[in-house]
């Protein structure tokens, strides 16, 4: 299964999101691979209550490329408030 490091709570915990699963996973910061940071994608496998966690660097990649490019768009669309006072 995958899951994206949404956040670190206290500076120890690393929270997990497991859309498929709709699961979220608690651990110490200090298990997850070299390397992690927020928004890090990850491939999570549990067999036999053992829990492996690998960084999916080419899936974090992706996911930053389709945020940036839908980011770029809604730039694009912005066309000041309406709001303005005249």
Request: charged share 35%; aromatic share 6%; net charge neutral.
């Amino acid at each position: 299964m995958k899951g994206i490091l949404d956040r670190i709570e206290d500076g120890r915990y690393a929270v997990i999101l497991v859309e498929a699963e709709k699961l979220e996973l608690i651990l110490p910061f200090d298990c997850l691979p070299a390397g992690s940071h927020i928004n890090s994608w990850f491939t999570i496998d549990a067999e036999n209550r053992q829990l492996s966690i690998i960084l999916d660097e080419e899936t974090s990649l992706i996911k930053n490329q389709q945020t940036e490019e839908l980011m770029d768009r809604l730039r694009m669309r912005k066309k000041g408030s309406r709001f303005k006072r005249k």
